[in-house]
């Protein structure tokens, strides 16, 4: 059974593509497991890489039907996106089989990429095949807009209306310049963008909404910069004229990047489901709020210096804080950036980590919890275990991964 599949392995990949035992001597990587080399290596068919997520794609070749059941997943060694090596298994779940037929990789380095595949064998065992270096497979890895391109390229969509208070002012002629007049292909674009980056494909829950009224308006509050709501059949985005009204004078493309990043942010709200059963007021807010700017994040609305600034006064918060009861006790349950750029971060153990964790608003029905969510996603991963188990965290997933994270943004440098 395994010979047949060995064979038609070798007649896809050839023998140069596969090397026996550790490549990673020198070179500061790690396996999780000692290597064990007598199990098939699943074949990549094709391979696409998103750059404005900074993800990479790994499509399977078919795996036999009487194996299937014996692919248990994958284990990958890539450098991340704060530029440092690991190594992680991202393994096939029964909860999530939108991810069967490939993985993500978050990365910015596809050269860095080597993989084995993981089975279990006849004693129940988990073994692993020889390794195989993407870049020794000579494909063709083409850049590819995920959403819009591939995954999301029919979803419905809205009606459109638009609503402006401000027609023939300079800060509706900035916030046309950036968005086109009328809006809607902008928003349709950025829909198929953010839906690429929250969900696996069109099967998953999105929300299709009936009509989406496009409002340029004041929001008279100066701390609000922009707003989704509803009234009906009626889903309402809002740019507040105020923001777009302070951003004339700056060089357009911080203009565009700035109104851009507030898009993603709303437009999250607009495909948030509606059904999460949330345990308490500040997971729901770290699950809204922080998901909005994770999505932001991803989708490239903050520049790379704005990410770093702000994740660094983050991860300089006390762990604990029980003073405040209106305050998240943990900076990882903070609304906004605080726990949506961790959010964002964890897509080095799974790069569909931000689309699980969507998709696990509709398998934890109940009482959904941030850690509730990530414990169900990293079940068998054995890199998280590891790193929460060297923070001593064991029994506290979030704060031993929020103890990586910190190390992790604390070593990172940017010039920009
Ligand atoms: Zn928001």
């Known amino acids: 059974m395994k010979k047949t599949f060995y064979i038609l392995a070798l007649a896809f990949l050839g023998f140069a593509s596969c090397n026996d035992g550790d490549p990673f001597n020198g070179q500061g990587m790690r396996p999780s497991l000692p290597g064990v080399s007598e199990a098939e290596i699943v074949g990549v068919q094709e391979a696409k890489y998103e750059p404005r997520f900074s993800e990479l794609y790994l499509y399977w070749k078919p795996v036999a039907e009487e194996l299937k059941a014996s692919f248990l997943g994958t284990e990958v060694t ?51 095949s020889d390794y195989c270096k993407l870049k020794d497979l000579g494909l063709d890895i083409k850049n590819v807009n995920i959403g819009p391109d591939e995954t999301f390229t029919t979803m419905h969509m809205p009606e459109w209306k638009e609503t402006n208070e401000h027609v023939g002012t300079p800060a509706s002629d900035l916030y046309y310049q950036v968005v086109g007049n009328p809006p809607y292909s902008y928003y349709e674009e950025s829909l198929k963008i953010l839906c690429g980056a929250m ?26 910069v922009a707003y989704v709501t509803g009234s009906g059949n009626t889903t309402i985005i809002c740019i507040g004229q105020e923001a777009v009204e302070g951003l004339i004078g700056k060089p357009i493309s911080e203009a565009r990047a700035e109104i851009d990043g507030v898009c993603y942010h709303e437009l999250t709200h607009t495909m948030q489901v509606n059904n999460l059963n949330a345990a308490d007021e500040f997971n729901k807010q770290c ?15 903050f520049s790379e210096a704005q990410r770093l600034a702000r994740a660094k006064i983050a991860v300089a918060k006390k762990e604990d804080q029980t003073e405040n009861p209106k305050q998240a006790p943990h900076p990882w349950l903070e609304a906004y950036d605080p726990s949506g750029f961790f959010i964002a971060w964890l897509r080095r153990y799974d790069g569909d980590f931000w689309r699980k964790f969507n998709y696990s608003s509709q398998l934890i029905t109940s009482g959904w919890t941030f850690e509730a969510a990530v414990k169900l996603i990293f079940a068998d991963n054995t890199t998280v275990a590891a790193d929460i188990a060297a923070e001593n965290c064991k029994n506290d997933i979030l704060r031993g991964l929020w103890r990586v994270y910190k190390k992790d943004v604390e070593s990172e440098t940017v010039s920009e």
């Open 78 to 128: 890539f450098v991340t996106h704060s530029g440092k090596p690991l190594t992680t298994n991202i393994m096939r779940d029964k909860n999530f089989p939108q991810g069967y037929e490939r993985i993500a990789v978050a990365t910015k380095d596809i050269s860095s990429v080597i993989y084995r595949s993981i089975w279990r064998n006849e004693k129940g065992e988990q073994i692993f």
């Open 199 to 224: 969900w696996f494909n069109e099967n998953d829950p999105y929300r299709q909404l009936v009509e989406m009224d496009c409002w340029f308006k004041k929001t008279n509050d100066p701390g609000i």
């Open 287 to 301: 699950f809204v709020e922080g998901g909005a700017d994770a999505s932001r994040l991803i989708c490239g609305g």
